[in-house]
DNA sequence: ATCTTTTGTTGATCTACATCAAATATAAAC
DNA sequence: GTTTATATTTGATGTAGATCAACAAAAGAT
């Protein structure tokens, strides 16, 4: 895989259409933009901050598949040096236990971040796995630590990020703990997906879903052959259309209320 | 319901005989024990911090059965005013949709902190409820605030309390998000629970269980009656025994070979 | 004490989903 | 292009767990 910085410290804002995220929409705001304190003049981001590295897959590199195994932007267990939000593209945060068993335990889209969880152990939880050619900005830890310590104000952002982050963890776990059926499993799901691409892309009823029925299903608790069942009757019932990996969502009412139970 | 203060500003350190959990096993420690640096030399906690307020049924007092309904803590969707950790007992977690149907979120134990994801939009994401006669200490939000920003340690460590219940959120939920059987999903839950207990009580494999089938059910996503039915099976199979709300794991082993999936 | 309500257990049946299996479609490799 | 691997869909069958129902035990209310 390569890992290409095209570092520059500016904030990015771009047209809706574009498929990388405003910096207004990111979660990762608080922290990378600079802080406007009066005796805090210095750019503090430029130490700890690189814009928009490029995650791509080196197709034809080796003799694994890059679409089955996708690319590492970060590896579980392994050390803690730098968070990350998405600037464009999707990531799979995967675990693996000691059989090797792989359990898909989130998604995150543009303007999420990730990695952030690992600030309490020093150590990553899952590792993150990009599906596709994506870029995203990194944001290196130690630096940002030692910023923060000469800028109480970063702190204070930096506790912004967190609480935020909390906040929709809980929030997109409870859309699936407890859920009965599968298809309201899957009715939650795509809602969910779909709102939070709608911070970016502005439309809160289509996208471009590059993840796999295999991920998919695995991270829904379901098996794939039900998965397709399942997308195959929401297209027949007119809830859905997905083909070539758009999905549009053709009834949000019908599909709330499948979400609700 | 009665909020009765027994507030002393001192650490607490008590035997593991003792129903109150230490305060050195406490996840609310970094904000609340007194900050040491030299220039800071006035206790902040006394600002924001009451110790160990109790929180009883009062039994008798209403139409409503304590033991049904619990005692509220605080209230989903109310306004934010303080941050808890549970001194003694066990608090479940509950949201309600517009239907009123219950979803338990969570379940809190001695040492566990609660409310700090209502930190970003400064509104309870769910109702916390006392199961049986319970303490906590509370922390008041808008002085813990203002304190922060007087003292930079303080603000780091309250860093470290959400980075570090990030970190326990998600290994919660994914221990049981994506598990298949409902008996993997119960020997993970038991685990769980009992992992988490023994870090005030010293022992992995035996706790007071306060709480009732209907909850953990809910909890769990499965019916009461299977639950009922794979505790028996549990029982007969010699990995636990379970009476009088005594729970003991025989075979830690076989449950986690169980919840392994 | 009795009466009532809630909680927990066990049995019988039904259904949603897993599992097994085979066919088709898509993409990578040559 | 062809061949091979991988992803996805569809069908047939079995089973785990939901649902319905009745009963037992415990806790509260009177």
Redesign the interface.
Known sequence: MTLTSKAQNHAYSEHKTSRYVDCENCSMQPVCLPIGSENQAIDLTSNYLTRRVEVSAEKNSSSLLSQATGVKLFDQAKPLTAIFAVCSGTFKLS?Q???G?E???GFRFPGEVMG??????NVY?YSAIALGDNSVCQVFVAPLSAC??VA?EL??N???L??????E??LN??A?????SADCLLAAFLLNICQRNAKHSGNATEIELSISRHDMA????IRRETLSRLLSKFQQEQLISFKEKQLSLLSLEHLKRLA??
Request: no cysteine; aromatic share 6%.
């Open positions: 675990q236990n000691e059989e068993i359990t898909i335990v952030e969880d690992a600030l309490f152990l939880n923060s310590k109480p702190q204070q930096l506790i912004q967190l609480t935020k982050q909390s906040y963890q809980q776990n409870q699936l703990i407890g859920k009965k695995n991270f829904l608790g609700n139970n």
